[in-house]
């Protein structure tokens, strides 16, 4: 099964932190970040893929359990 995940939020710790649990989860980046700013906030985000064996995706698939 593929999975795809996209974290966004400020452009600070927590965001990296978040991004860096995936990939030591064995999510993998796809492409690059992207970066916008509201006014007063940098928001990032970042798109994460992961494939998982011998599991098949359904609409009830918790990918945060991944």
């Given amino acids: 099964m593929k999975l795809y995940s996209c974290i966004t939020g400020p452009d600070d710790e927590m965001f990296c932190k978040r991004v ?16 916008t ?14 494939e998982v064996d011998d599991e098949v995706f359904t609409m009830e698939t918790k990918i945060s359990a991944y």
């Avoid at 700013?37 to 893929?49: E, M, R, Y």
């Fill in 20 to 35: 860096s649990d995936k990939l030591n989860r064995g999510w993998q980046l796809h492409g690059g970040p992207t970066l």
């Fill in 37 to 50: 700013f509201d006014g007063k906030t940098v928001i990032a985000g970042q798109a994460l893929v992961k």
